[in-house]
């Protein structure tokens, strides 16, 4: 089984800063990418930020300056750095790892039950 926790959500004034971690647990052979998604209330979850296993990242325009994502590889953990919040970012961040479990098995993503982030104005 594989599990992913995320960790650092809250509340925070607008112009404030939060990190997120998500650390990725269980049976994992190798993993090719992860990634934060979040999903406000009424809305579509979407992508916020995702990195590669060589170290490219990718960045919803919204986000973009003012997040950064990074990774430990050796602990299968995924950071998400979130600097100049805005009332928008206000959602429920899920944390997605695409992986195999061993090296004959398919790519699976994989999901965290997510961690609420609320900026108030």
């Known amino acids: 089984q594989v599990q992913l926790v995320e960790s650092g959500g809250g509340l925070v004034q607008a112009g404030g800063s939060l990190r997120l971690s998500c650390v990725a647990s269980?049976?994992?052979?190798?993993?090719?990418?992860m990634g934060w998604y979040r999903q406000a209330p009424g809305k579509q979850r979407e992508l916020v930020a995702v990195?590669?296993?060589?170290?490219?990242?990718n960045y919803a325009d919204s986000v973009k300056g003012r997040f950064t994502i990074s990774r430990a590889n050796a602990k299968n953990t995924v950071l998400l750095q979130m600097n100049s919040l805005k009332p928008e970012d206000t959602a429920v961040y899920y944390c997605?790892?695409?992986?195999?479990?061993?090296?004959?098995?398919?790519?699976?993503?994989?999901w965290g039950q997510g961690t609420q982030v609320t900026v108030s104005s």
């Open positions: 269980g049976s994992i052979f190798s993993i090719s990418a």
């Open positions: 997605n790892a695409n992986l195999k479990q061993q090296g004959s098995a398919p790519w699976l993503n994989y």
């Open positions: 990195i590669m296993s060589g170290g490219s990242t």
